[in-house]
């Protein structure tokens, strides 16, 4: 009896949570006279709007630049995260527990707190206007949740694997990337998709580091498109429909590792 209940409260938001998804997807289909009715699927499919952002509109640019950056930003993310967590977990140093603090002061403070001083710092390095100055930004702010990721997750490997490849005559770096890192590969999914997703989603960083034209990612795209063609509802729908699709694919292909990442590691 209570299975029934729960069934339609989950049906009932599954429906809230794709609902708009589906409305915009059924805005960017329809020509543009059928846009006024956005509930009604449309009943003619149409991708001129698709291919009007992506060629007039810039979109295939925006595409282009978000996609290389949120690709660095997840594979140095995955490098440096990891590397720090295998050393607080399983090393032995001087200012080990000052580290471990220094990445909790992290966590703390909101990155709209330090935004002007971290624009300083970029201005005055000259990476303003550049794909690296981006890239070392998001992996700056986020890096200290990621270490904490996956330190949790490290502290699941058996100590026995380590001991029995130092005696094989492995060091440091060996076990790390032979042993530890191929059996961490949940967490490892899990860290870069979700750094590639916030990077992706990302819109504050890229309207003070990127003000080029030229350097616009797509969030930045839909909203200058938004701001200058404002009564153009299909496309922007088709817009979103573009920054939206990679996500959900990467997220369908990689779903089992990040839920095992997460509820291994993350909730540990």
Known sequence: MIRRPVFLLCAAAAILMCAPILLTLFTALKPTNEAAVPWMPPTRVTFEHFAAVWTSGGFSRY??????????????????????????TFMDFAGKAALRVFFLFGLMIPATAIVLPLYSSLRGLGLINTRVGVILADVALAMPIFVFLF??????????????????????????????????????????????????????????LLPREDLRTLSVGL??????????????SAGAVIMSAPVIALFILFQRHFVRGMTQGALK
């Open 63 to 88: 595409f282009l630049t978000s996609f290389v950056i949120s690709a660095a930003d997840a594979l140095l993310m995955i490098a440096m995260a990891s590397l720090a967590a295998y050393g607080i």
């Open 151 to 208: 330190e949790s997750y490290f502290k699941k490997v058996p100590n026995a694997l380590r001991e029995a490849a130092k005696v094989d005559g492995a060091n440091e770096w060996q076990i790390y990337r032979r042993i530890v890192l191929p059996i961490s590969m949940p967490v490892v999914v899990t860290a870069g998709l979700l750094e590639f997703l916030w990077s992706w989603n990302d819109l504050l960083l890229r309207l003070l």
């Open 223 to 236: 909203l200058m498109f938004q701001g200058s063609q404002t009564r153009d509802i299909s496309g922007l």
